[in-house]
């Protein structure tokens, strides 16, 4: 392989054109890109770097932070149907339906919503609790960590995480490594 320090978003487009044909590094990390412009280049669109707390992961080729952010989102995994009660509250609170009827079965037991489970706690039943309050609610909303995808593949909720950032790539900080 041989390396190329590219300046330009052209020099660099025109190497993951072919993606086959390289691999592409950011601050010396191996990256994933994703062309959310549908097709390379175009003068007014810029590369996004999307990572989480372990580093940057994703270059997205997109127009706007906004574009970059859901071309990523719609490339993740989504999360099980049955991690639904672990996605969503009812609308105020903090914690998920699931958090909620380990905080009602702490209460019952313990006293307090804060009390440390013991071993003994049947989780089934917690999570049977927690499914019931949410097919009673009304307007479900969204916990801090989960996003909708806009093509909505399977649940079309991802776990995004607690830490995710985006933001424009430093030119200078791309490596693309030719495959020979």
């Not at 003068?43 to 127009?63: R, Y």
Request: hydrophobic share 40%.
């Amino acid at each position: 392989m041989t390396a190329t320090r590219t300046m330009t978003l052209a020099d660099i487009v025109a190497y993951i054109e072919d993606p086959e044909s390289c691999q592409v590094f950011y601050d010396e990390r191996k990256v994933k890109v994703i062309d959310n412009w549908g097709g390379f280049p175009a003068c007014d669109v810029t590369l996004w770097v999307i990572g989480n707390e372990f580093g940057v992961t994703t270059l997205v080729h997109a127009k706007s932070v906004d574009d970059a952010w859901s071309a990523w989102l719609d490339e993740q995994p989504t999360i099980h149907q049955k991690e639904l009660i672990e996605a969503f509250s009812a609308g105020g609170d903090k914690d998920s339906f699931y958090g909620e009827a380990l905080n009602d079965v702490r209460e019952r037991e313990h006293g307090r919503r804060d009390a440390p489970l013991d071993g003994n706690v049947d989780r089934e039943a917690v999570r049977a609790a927690a499914w019931k309050a949410f097919r009673e609610c009304e307007a479900p909303a969204l916990i801090e960590g989960y996003e909708f995808q806009s093509n909505f593949s399977g649940t079309g909720i991802v776990d995004v995480g607690h830490y995710m950032q985006c933001y424009e790539a430093d030119l200078e900080k791309v490596l693309v490594l030719r495959k020979e």
